[in-house]
Structure formats: structure tokens, C-alpha cells
């Protein structure tokens, strides 16, 4: 805490430590950032007990004509079509975790819901040397994607999913579907560092 506080030097000028402090303690959106979500991730079943802190920073909202894009890709290639899309469009943010660099987030999408707004992102999973050396099966699970319910409402009440290892299938009636490597990750304890009043 001394160090974060501790007077920086700008050329002839100090910064005074009131400035530091209201600095830190303002929700601050690094440049190119449009939102930023901090969040806990709770392992589920066989992950009960772990616990990791992410970040979800979007960078900018995928738009209509990239969610006809990874349709069309679906459609012509199921998963591995979904896949190849999602590895050559830009980025739109990234998830980090503590301790890594994070990836790269190739689809996010901001849904009004009737208490606020459902965030739901989607990208290609990085897969592990490991899996790849060995061919294991989850090397299927390719994609990474969750959702978000901001309750704009009651922030108390915003939750969400997380889904590391996945792929998007069709299930026995035609619809789509999360098929999942290992059990999703309860997103709990959510900041919204959207500034208010921004439109998406």
C-alpha cells in the first residue's frame, strides 16, 4: 500500500498524495477499453473448492454482421467452421487470470435484459502442450465462452458462467448447444466498471 501511495515525480512537478489516492479509488477504464468486468470464478462438481479472480476487458462489441459470420461459418463447418471464424476475426477484448497473460476475446456481445444487460463472449481456447503432444480428447473442446448478467438494478444480484473448455454442437431437436470438457464456472462477486451513462 506505501508504494502505491508514495509521490511520483512528472518532469519538475509532484504529484500530491490526495491526487494518488482519489486516482486509485475512481473505476479508471484503460484507453481503448469500452468496459470491464472483475469477477470470481467458483469451480463447480469435481472443481468445488477452487476459486481464481478474472477480468473480462472489452475493447469493443462484436457487431451483426460478425454474429452472421460465425452463423454461416456454423452452418458450412459446425464447431471446427465456428472455430476457424473465430480465429481470424479482431479482437474485442481479453479474460485474464491472475499469474497469465491472459487471451485474446474474438466475439462479445451487450443483450438488454429486463434488470440490465447479458454479456456473452466467445473465443478459440488455447490448448495445452500436453494436449496437444497426447491427442487427448478434450483437444475437441476448443472454444472458451461465458455469460454475464449485470443487474443493474441490484449489482448484489449480477452473476454469471463460465464455460473454459467447450464446443457448440446440435442437440437430438436441431438447437445449440454448450457441450462442455469439464463443468462450467459460477461467476460471482461481479464489478461492472462501465462509465455511466455510455452507450454501447
Not at 481456447?125 to 443487474?151: C, H, M, W, Y
Amino acid at each position: 500500500m506505501h508504494r502505491q501511495l508514495k509521490l511520483r515525480r512528472t518532469g519538475c512537478r509532484f504529484v500530491s498524495l490526495a491526487a494518488v489516492t482519489i486516482g486509485l479509488m475512481l473505476p479508471v477504464l484503460a484507453a481503448g477499453q469500452v468496459e470491464r468486468i472483475d469477477a470470481t470464478a467458483r469451480g463447480t462438481s469435481t472443481q468445488m473448492g477452487r476459486i481464481i479472480n478474472i477480468k473480462i476487458i472489452v475493447s469493443k462489441f462484436s457487431t451483426p454482421a460478425d454474429r452472421q459470420i460465425l452463423v454461416d461459418a456454423f452452418k458450412k463447418g459446425q464447431n471446427q467452421g465456428l472455430s476457424d471464424a473465430l480465429s481470424k476475426m479482431k479482437s474485442s477484448g481479453r479474460i485474464q487470470i491472475p499469474g497469465t497473460v491472459g487471451y485474446d476475446l474474438a466475439y462479445v456481445v451487450s443483450v438488454p435484459t429486463e434488470t440490465g444487460r447479458r454479456i456473452r463472449f466467445v473465443t478459440n481456447r488455447k490448448i495445452a502442450f500436453a494436449e496437444a503432444a497426447r491427442n487427448t480428447p478434450s483437444k475437441a473442446f476448443d472454444l472458451t465462452a461465458g455469460e454475464v448478467d449485470i443487474n443493474e438494478q441490484d449489482t448484489k444480484k449480477s452473476a454469471g458462467t463460465l464455460f473454459p473448455a467447450t464446443q457448440l454442437t446440435l442437440n437430438s431437436e436441431g438447437a445449440l448447444q454448450w457441450e462442455l470438457n469439464q463443468n462450467p464456472w459460477e461467476l460471482t462477486n461481479i464489478i461492472d466498471w462501465k462509465p455511466k451513462g455510455k452507450e454501447q
